[in-house]
């Protein structure tokens, strides 16, 4: 079946601007995780869905970041006011459940690009 | 906290060489170990995994074994090809966890 999509694939935005990034996760999978993977701090969690459900936002860097998930399917990033340093690719990835050994997969990711 | 340390890149190989990427990691409990593998151009894919201690994970000749004494799940591969050319990434998640925990990416160039 189709895996993991993101969109966009690319985004570059100006300073200051909003911006979303969109995941469709696998049909059926109810964990959703977004991570973020740029050159000076490596891959790095940001937050976990169970269901529409968000019980660990630990890993978003500011409050400027949120994220929300409807119908335990499409999930949804959102970065108020962008700063140069959130420039990065943004993955996403879906779980058949959580948590434990089910693996992980990825979507293409978002590189997102801030002027 | 969770850890894991790879072995910094760049590796450059040549064809049928032996490939050896260091992993170690620092975790609490029984964690789930991964390596990942990002061909250029193309998202993370998961390309073996063990689950607890003496597992070996193996997928498309390449082998790691969970080392519980040594903490490390180093990862090899006898011959190398040049479609091997990719970013490989150790990672874990703890026991009972979900969250992704990834060295710093190795990569490797293998050159015909």
């Known amino acids: 079946g189709a895996g993991v999509s993101q969109s966009p694939s690319n985004k570059v935005t100006e300073k200051g601007k909003d911006v979303e990034l969109r995941c469709d996760p696998i049909?059926?999978?109810?964990?959703l995780y977004w991570y973020r993977q740029s050159l000076g701090q490596g891959l790095e969690f940001l937050i976990y869905?169970?269901?529409?459900?968000?019980?660990?936002k630990s890993g978003l860097p500011s409050d400027r970041f949120s994220a929300e998930r409807t119908g335990g399917s499409v999930s949804t990033l959102t970065i108020q006011r962008t700063q140069q340093e959130d420039s990065a690719v943004y993955l996403c990835?879906?779980?058949?459940?959580?948590?434990?050994?089910?693996?992980?997969?990825f979507g293409p990711g978002t590189r997102l690009t801030v002027t | 906290g969770n850890s894991v340390t790879q072995m910094e890149g760049p590796v450059t190989l040549s064809e049928e060489a032996f490939l050896t990427i260091n992993c170690t990691y620092t975790?609490?409990?029984?964690?789930?170990l991964f390596w990942y593998v990002q061909y250029p151009g193309e998202g993370l894919q998961l390309l073996l995994k063990?689950?607890?201690?003496?597992d070996k994970g193996s997928n498309k000749g390449f082998e790691a074994t969970y080392r519980k004494e040594t903490t490390s799940f180093h990862l090899e591969k006898g011959s190398v090809q040049v479609s091997d050319s990719a970013v490989y990434f150790c990672?874990?998640?703890?026991?009972?966890?979900?969250?992704?925990?990834f060295g710093a990416g190795t990569t490797v160039t293998v050159r015909a």
């Open positions: 990672a874990l998640t703890p026991s009972n966890d979900y969250k992704l925990s």
């Open positions: 049909s059926g999978h109810t964990a």
């Open positions: 990835a879906s779980s058949l459940k959580s948590p434990g050994t089910y693996e992980q997969y």
């Open positions: 869905f169970q269901g529409n459900s968000a019980p660990d």
């Open positions: 063990a689950t607890k201690a003496d």
């Open positions: 975790a609490t409990g029984y964690p789930s």
